[in-house]
């Protein structure tokens, strides 16, 4: 993440899910920007008025629109907001199909009964991905776990440079397209020059395994520097 304070979203239909969800973020990252919508509408405004870093999307709000509408709404403006889903829901299925939109972590909402719901969230603050045991399989999160694995830099992989960047906004979700503008370069080289490189690095043939792979692993996604720079 950026040193300037986070502007972070909750989207959530329940106001007391919100203020939880608000008090948590605020231990997590005291100096965050948080802002509230109940609404599916309410969310297009504030992401229309305010750079969002981190949305955090309820995928059911009751009504005809669901958080992952707005997430399709983020992806089809290229917006580079990192976005997270909240969801009762456990099924591999429906996880995957959330990061096949442009999702990148995933945070089941009765996790705060056994004090995994303040790991999730400080995970994706890490710049890491958060993802159900269920998904990541042997190695991933479980309430076993007595502490927090350790963040695995990038680097140590080999991992660097323009293709660390590629892997960065993989992480936030983007589409090739999107990637290709925001790097200067054209989208048929994020398609066949950098992603086969990281595919090849993690093992995997697309880009949900790449993303479970990150979670997996307990990888840590920061900015690249130049990145860094124009968000200063």
Known sequence: MTDRPLDILILEDQGLVRAGM???????EPHARIHEAASYDEAVAAAETTKLDIAFLDIDLKTEQSGLDFLRWLR????????????????????MA???????????????SDGLFRRALDTVFEGGIFLPANVIGRGGFSPALPAAPARIPPESLGITGRTLEVLYYVCQGLPNKSIARN???????????YLPKLFRIFHVVRRTELLVEVSRRGIA????????????
């Open 22 to 28: 608000r008090e948590l973020i605020q231990i997590s």
């Open 76 to 95: 089809g403006r290229e917006l580079d907001t990192r976005a997270i889903i909240l969801s009762g829901r456990a099924d591999k299925e429906m996880v």
């Open 98 to 112: 959330c990061l096949n939109e442009g999702a990148s972590g995933y945070i089941l909402k009765d996790m705060e």
């Open 183 to 193: 790097m200067g370069i054209e989208e048929g080289t994020v398609r066949k020059d």
């Open 221 to 232: 996604i920061p900015n690249p520097p130049q990145l860094e720079d124009t968000a200063r």
